[in-house]
Nanobody, 118 residues
Framework: VQLQACGGGLVQAGGSLRLSCAAS????????MGWFRQAPGKDREFVAT????????YYADSVKGRFTISRDNAKNTVYLQMNNLKPEDTAVYYC????????????WGQGTLVTVSS
């Protein structure tokens, strides 16, 4: 599967952005989807994940209550709605896909930059 993320940009603290990740290739609904981010000088970290049909979602504590992951299998797209953004959310955001319930993500998108100004 090939993943293409978009929707990043510059936003003031307290603002919102919605990231999208479009998938092509194998059946999108066969993948667990996730969002990760990497801030300058830091390791990549988990942000959120959503199961195949969207029944279950999981979030990093740092974004819980502010970010929402969702998917539209008819459009082969996963979203990350980010509200009440903080400067510490500044990072390159990546979408990823895996076929197994647990384990490593096998496929990665190219990343989209989110910058939150204070």
């Amino acid at each position: 599967v090939q993943l293409q993320a978009c929707g990043g940009g510059l936003v003031q603290a307290g603002g919102s952005l919605r990231l999208s990740c479009a998938a092509s290739g194998r059946t999108f609904s066969s993948y667990v989807m996730g969002w990760f981010r990497q801030a300058p000088g830091k390791d990549r970290e988990f942000v959120a994940t959503i199961t195949w049909s969207g029944t279950y979602t999981y979030y990093a504590d740092s974004v819980k209550g502010r970010f929402t992951i969702s998917r539209d299998n008819a459009k082969n797209t996963v979203y990350l709605q980010m509200n009440n953004l903080k400067p510490e959310d500044t990072a390159v955001y990546y979408c990823a896909a895996r076929t197994q319930t647990y384990g490593t993500y096998e496929y990665w998108g190219q990343g989209t930059l989110v910058t939150v100004s204070s």
